[in-house]
């Protein structure tokens, strides 16, 4: 089956912690991307990737780091510096940049 | 003003009914449109394309006007199991902007 997973589906984090989130695609995608979701609000764009090794801030990467090791593999790090992290994660990908993206399950996570 | 604007509804309407949407945006040179369908907890699922004036699949059908800058999505025989938030997704440039969604409840 050729899709998007992620990893772990719910996700707790004590304040001034570091958590990564797993996204790994095996649909052959050049692009991925990630998404923060609140509620009410649209999809916000954190950072994207349109090939291996290169990787761009998007509209709110602040508190995030990402890496694009593997063409595959697109995992997304929040950092002690974002400050308001609660949120459902949603990781996407495309076959270039420009085309219809689609999704994985999402992470959920929930600071404490 | 938000790039992709939607009425976040919510839209209660009984089986069998037809239902639209619309999504406006506010860049001009916005090439495509898509609408995502997701339901409550998940993740969106594409829908629909919208590349040219409109699509058409099944009971759903998305229309585009230029000269009016907006998008429709109409639902038609509305189903139970339609029920979702119906997200509009504008492609600008190189980048998808997405809309906050439109909450529709199907009822019996």
């Known amino acids: 089956d050729g899709g998007i997973t992620q990893s772990p589906k719910y996700l707790f984090r004590k304040e001034g912690q570091n958590v990564t989130l797993s996204c790994e695609q095996n649909?052959?995608?050049?692009?991925m991307y990630w998404y923060r979701q609140d509620p009410g609000q649209g999809l916000r764009l954190i950072y994207y990737?349109?090939?291996?090794?290169?990787?761009q801030k998007g509209d709110i990467a602040e508190g995030y780091s990402v890496s694009r090791e593997k063409k595959e593999s697109f995992p997304l790090t929040v950092t002690s510096a974002q400050k308001n992290p609660t949120a459902f994660y949603l990781c996407?990908?495309?076959?270039?940049?420009?085309?219809?993206?689609?999704f994985g399950p999402g992470t959920r996570l929930t600071v404490l | 003003r938000k790039e992709v604007e939607q009425d976040p509804g919510p839209f209660n309407v009984p089986e069998g009914a037809t239902v639209a949407f619309n999504c406006t945006y506010s860049?001009?040179?916005?090439?495509?449109f898509f609408w995502y369908r997701q339901d409550c907890r998940k993740e969106p699922k594409l829908l629909m394309s919208?590349?040219?004036s409109g699509n058409e699949d099944g009971r759903f059908t998305a229309q585009l006007n230029r000269a009016s800058q907006y998008i429709s999505l109409l639902i038609r025989d509305s189903k139970l199991s339609d029920s979702a938030t119906y997200l509009c997704?504008?492609?600008?440039?190189?980048?998808?902007?997405f809309g906050a969604g439109t909450r529709l409840t199907v009822k019996p």
């Open positions: 996407a990908s495309s076959i270039r940049r420009q085309a219809e993206q689609f």
């Open positions: 649909l052959n995608h050049d692009a």
């Open positions: 990737s349109q090939i291996v090794n290169d990787f």
């Open positions: 860049n001009s040179a916005s090439q495509s």
């Open positions: 919208v590349y040219s």
């Open positions: 997704v504008g492609l600008q440039g190189n980048d998808m902007r």
